[in-house]
């Protein structure tokens, strides 16, 4: 059987770093983000019986080694729950650049898991789903579910799964995308993460951050819930750059995008906030009324820019949408 689906990656507003268990992917943390649409991963998922391996193909290049292992990640826990071992054939494409902090991960296996699913002929929910998304990334887990999402920390599927948040500036909220494009490697930032002297610092203090932020989403608070998600950006790289391997990720031009984002803010009154994940590449979130000028801003650093929407859950495609 076959099946496609389609997910939008997240932008980490509380974010997780490192990881209790490697194999499975529990973070130490609960945390939220934002999906953002209508950047996206679609995958198509066939099962093969007369197959003799698994084939892993993304935007037209074969999946080997690490990569290779954390599909087969998820495909074996389908196939576990669906009781069969046929081969798969996983096709995916992304919609926007991937491995520069755009969270191309977290829509990959989402959409991965969701294809997967449906392909074996598993009716799961959307939160079941989440916990096999897992397993290839944490942040996937939060795809699956869309908008704004928490992954709750724990050492199980029942546990350690996504769920929904509700806010209602969803429709007003605009996303400009600022492409700085540096390759970024977040496998190993996070195996090293407790390796910070920061990061018990971090664990501290990220749980008064989650509170705050589902009670700034609960409440519709733009400005508190964003300034959150930029400071909260500033934490993770303080963590990321006092590791065994002094990670920066951030570029001039990220720097750049930091300062114009606080000019309009301080400088023009423009609701606007900076965040950053394990990447370069920089978010600025703002409203519609506003984004305009944000974008010409954002622009004015030298990088190409996108205007991004809230994104919804993963969902499955019709037949007609298959990549094979």
């Known amino acids: 059987m076959k ?17 209790r268990d490697a194999e499975l992917r529990h973070p130490y943390h609960d945390s939220i983000s934002v999906c953002t649409a209508p950047s996206h991963s679609k995958t198509t998922v066939e099962f093969r019986s007369d197959a003799a391996d698994d084939v892993y193909v993304i935007d037209g290049e074969e999946v080997t080694g690490r990569g290779a292992e954390r599909i087969r990640a998820v495909v074996d826990e389908v196939r576990r729950r669906a009781d069969r071992d046929d081969p798969v054939r996983l096709e ?10 755009f969270g191309s991960s977290s829509s990959g296996f989402a959409a991965a898991a969701t294809a997967t699913v449906a392909a074996a002929g598993l009716d799961l929910s959307r939160p079941e789903i989440s916990a096999i998304a897992r397993r290839g990334s944490s942040s996937a887990a939060r795809a699956v579910t869309g908008g704004f999402s928490q992954l709750d920390a ?12 509700e806010s209602n500036f969803e429709a007003d909220l605009r996303i400009v995308a600022g492409l700085v494009p540096e390759y970024k490697e977040t496998e190993q930032a996070h195996a090293e993460a407790e390796d910070s002297h920061m990061f018990e610092a971090r664990l501290a203090h990220v749980h008064g951050q989650i509170a705050k932020m589902r009670d700034a989403l609960r409440a519709g608070d733009f400005d508190r ?11 993770l ?3 990321t750059m006092t590791g065994p391997a002094g990670w920066v990720y951030w570029q001039p031009r990220t720097l750049a995008i930091f300062n114009a984002v ?18 370069a ?16 801003a954002v622009a004015d650093c030298d990088v190409e820019t996108s205007v991004w929407e809230v994104g919804g859950p993963a969902e499955v495609l019709d037949e007609s949408e298959a990549l094979f």
């Open 262 to 279: 606080r000019e309009l803010r301080n400088e023009a009154n423009v609701p606007a906030y900076f965040s950053t994940d394990t990447g």
């Open 225 to 235: 819930a964003f300034e959150l998600a930029e400071h909260d950006s500033l934490s």
């Open 237 to 239: 790289a303080a963590t």
């Open 92 to 101: 995916s494409e992304n919609s926007f650049p991937s491995n520069v902090g």
């Open 154 to 165: 724990g050492l199980n599927d029942a546990d350690s799964r996504s769920h929904r948040l």
């Open 281 to 296: 590449s920089v978010y600025v979130n703002t409203t519609a009324e506003h984004v305009d000028e944000v974008e010409a």
């Open 3 to 19: 099946a496609t689906a389609r997910a939008h990656p997240i932008q980490g507003l509380v974010k997780y770093h490192g990881m």
